[in-house]
């Protein structure tokens, strides 16, 4: 059966969040490291038969070459005039471990301090101060934990001549399955498979706001775990949902700018600069995320933008 229980104890610089880059790696699971070619890339037949190179040279053993490339992390202290490009897996990497040191620090599960990073825009500081300051209010006030005012709206019973077979009447469709078939939250309510199934897919299709799904039942306000989308979606939606967990954190930090070409996927980190290229190839402003404007400031750029938009506009700029 699928039974997502949260535990009951649970345990952000307002501005800007710095990843401080003291953790052990081998402490989680998720590194957020990620892997570059490097180039020199060599003929597999040639690797495989131990033969010379085209240079002439011995080529490394099959054993050797087998080691995973060297590995470059991504940071989000970005040296003054400098800037660089990453992807939503890249991004996605460094939150996982985010995730797990809010986790084993304040004793959580990774989906209840997932919840919490949401709620604090990722910021790791504020988060802890909250937390600490009244734990049972911010687990409820996220959606970690039932509140008093939520109600049991699925019915059990036995079927069976020995009563051994426990039946629960499914809230959306009526049907009645068994327990050990249903998706059950912490907050108790409890549905068949096939309607969480088709409620958890009609809120990834919604967008982002599916990051913070509520129960299913009338005015639960408990939310969905992350691990029922994983256990209870396809690959692609889940997918989907870790992209708009990146998204979600490249909004909150203004070191981080999405490309503005259509369709690019590609984010950029920099400071101190005004003018940035995507790896797509886009030159843009990282100040207001529009097309390079150059020499035109962003203001200057807003207002035109405006008076484009109202045609009243016109005589004031005449």
Same mark, same amino acid.
């Given at each position: 059966?699928?039974?997502?229980?949260?535990?009951?104890?649970?345990?952000?610089?307002?501005?800007?969040?710095?990843?401080?880059?003291? +953790?052990?790696?081998?402490?989680?699971?998720?590194?957020?490291?990620?892997?570059?070619?490097?180039?020199?890339?060599? &003929?597999?037949?040639?690797?495989?038969?131990?033969?010379?190179?085209?240079?002439? !040279? &011995?080529?490394?053993?099959?054993?050797?070459?087998?080691? #995973?490339?060297?590995?470059?992390?991504?940071?989000?202290?970005? #040296?003054?005039?400098?800037?660089?490009?990453?992807?939503?897996?890249?991004? %996605?990497?460094?939150?996982?471990?985010?995730? +797990?040191?809010?986790?084993?620090?304040?004793?959580?599960?990774?989906? $209840?301090?997932?919840?919490?990073?949401?709620?604090?825009?990722?910021?790791?500081?504020?988060?802890?101060?909250?937390?600490?300051?009244?734990?049972?209010?911010?687990?409820?006030?996220?959606?970690?934990?039932?509140?008093? %005012?939520?109600?049991?709206?699925?019915?059990?019973?036995?079927?069976?001549? &020995?009563?051994?077979?426990?039946?629960?009447?499914?809230?959306?469709?009526?049907?009645?399955?068994?327990?050990?078939?249903?998706?059950?939250?912490?907050?108790?309510?409890? =549905?068949?498979?096939?309607?969480?199934?088709?409620?958890?897919?009609? !809120?990834?299709?919604?967008?982002?706001?599916?990051?913070? $799904?509520?129960?299913?039942?009338? !005015?639960?306000?408990?939310?969905?775990?992350?691990?029922? =989308?994983?256990?209870?979606?396809?690959?692609?939606?889940?997918?989907?949902?870790?992209?708009?967990?990146?998204?979600?954190?490249?909004?909150?930090?203004?070191?981080?700018?999405?490309?503005?070409?259509?369709?690019?996927?590609?984010?950029?980190?920099?400071?101190?600069?005004?003018?940035? $290229?995507?790896?797509?190839?886009?030159?843009?402003?990282?100040?207001?995320?529009?097309?390079?404007?150059?020499?035109?400031?962003?203001?200057?750029?807003?207002?035109?933008?405006? !008076?484009?938009?109202?045609?009243?506009?016109?005589? %004031?700029?005449?």
């Amino acid at each position: 059966g699928i039974d997502f229980h949260l535990p009951s104890r649970m345990t952000d610089s307002e501005e800007e969040y710095v990843y401080e880059d003291d +953790a052990d790696e081998e402490d989680f699971e998720g590194s957020y490291e990620y892997a570059y070619d490097e180039g020199g890339n060599a &003929d597999l037949t040639d690797i495989e038969s131990g033969a010379e190179g085209k240079d002439g !040279k &011995d080529i490394v053993s099959s054993s050797e070459k087998a080691k #995973p490339p060297k590995r470059e992390r991504l940071s989000l202290s970005i #040296p003054d005039g400098q800037s660089r490009t990453a992807c939503y897996e890249e991004i %996605n990497s460094m939150l996982k471990q985010l995730i +797990a040191e809010v986790a084993n620090l304040l004793d959580l599960d990774t989906d $209840t301090a997932l919840l919490l990073l949401l709620h604090y825009r990722w910021t790791k500081e504020r988060l802890i101060d909250g937390y600490y300051n009244n734990p049972e209010e911010i687990l409820t006030k996220v959606g970690a934990q039932p509140s008093e %005012n939520d109600m049991a709206v699925c019915t059990s019973s036995s079927s069976g001549g &020995d009563g051994s077979i426990d039946v629960i009447s499914c809230p959306i469709c009526c049907d009645e399955v068994r327990r050990q078939d249903a998706a059950a939250l912490s907050c108790g309510h409890a =549905f068949c498979t096939d309607c969480m199934k088709q409620y958890l897919h009609v !809120k990834i299709a919604d967008g982002p706001e599916c990051l913070t $799904t509520n129960c299913p039942a009338f !005015k639960c306000s408990v939310r969905v775990p992350q691990r029922v =989308f994983v256990q209870l979606c396809s690959e692609e939606e889940t997918k989907r949902v870790q992209t708009y967990q990146a998204i979600h954190f490249i909004d909150c930090y203004k070191g981080m700018r999405h490309c503005p070409a259509p369709g690019c996927e590609w984010t950029t980190l920099a400071s101190g600069v005004t003018t940035v $290229t995507c790896k797509c190839g886009l030159p843009f402003c990282f100040k207001c995320g529009e097309e390079s404007h150059d020499p035109c400031l962003c203001e200057h750029l807003a207002e035109w933008n405006m !008076k484009c938009s109202n045609e009243s506009e016109t005589a %004031n700029w005449s």
